[in-house]
């Protein structure tokens, strides 16, 4: 069964950083690509960026660009999301996701890590 | 970006009843759209991928059918456990984008 497991949420004040980390087991990680999704409290959902199996593609959506970065370690099976210059409007829970087999949909999610901004 | 809709945004029905949700995208995507459940306080359940494939494990009263712009979720007999809000999401082309979301719940 695949497991993501989310982790490194908590509270910041505007302009902070965090570090989201997420560790996947019961896959074989470096098949995948891998995403952050996110949900701001009450709202829809937003993909917010995308690596590629060895790490050498990465997509962003227009909301975080510059200021969030994802990257990944094969070794220890994980996936991260380094946030900067954080903003009220970036409140959400994030989630980790794993990419479908045959197409860019999610085929499993994390729990689920929330992240608050606000002063 | 692709700007995706759904319709209704809510829906109330009874157990045994037929649900139809629709979901459009603002341009063409072909077969590349997905469909997930999601209930309070847990993360999003892939239910249908490429418009019209069952996930495994997901129950075959759940059927997706559509290509291009218009897409529909159909439930062909609503159970208790399906009262959720259902999302579309674009898979065609990054920034890969999700529907509103339409809310079934309790008629």
């Known amino acids: 069964e695949v497991q993501l497991v989310e982790s490194g949420g908590g509270l910041v004040q505007p302009g902070g950083s965090l570090r989201l980390s997420c560790a996947a087991s019961g896959l074989t990680f470096t098949n995948y690509w891998m995403s952050w999704v996110r949900q701001a409290p009450g709202r829809g959902l937003e993909w917010v960026a995308n690596i590629k199996q060895d790490g050498s593609e990465k997509y962003y959506v227009d909301s975080v660009k510059g200021r969030f970065t994802i990257s990944r370690d094969n070794a220890k099976n994980s996936v991260y999301l380094q946030m900067n210059s954080l903003r009220a409007e970036d409140t959400a829970v994030y989630y980790c996701?794993?990419?479908?087999?045959?197409?860019?949909?999610?085929?499993?999610w994390g729990q689920g890590t929330l992240v608050t901004v606000s002063s | 970006d692709i700007q995706m809709t759904q319709s209704p945004s809510s829906v109330s029905a009874s157990v045994g009843d037929r649900v139809t949700l629709t979901c459009r995208a603002s341009q063409g995507i072909s077969s590349w759209l997905a469909w997930y459940q999601q209930k309070p306080g847990k993360a999003p359940k892939l239910l249908i991928y490429a418009a019209s494939s069952l996930q495994g494990g997901v129950p075959s009263r759940f059927s997706g059918s559509g290509s291009g712009t218009d897409f529909t979720l159909t439930i062909s007999s609503l159970q208790p456990e399906d009262f959720a809000i259902y999302y579309c999401q674009q898979a065609n082309s990054f920034p890969f984008t999700f529907g509103p979301g339409t809310k079934v719940d309790i008629k």
């Open positions: 996701a794993r990419r479908g087999l045959t197409g860019d949909w999610v085929g499993s």
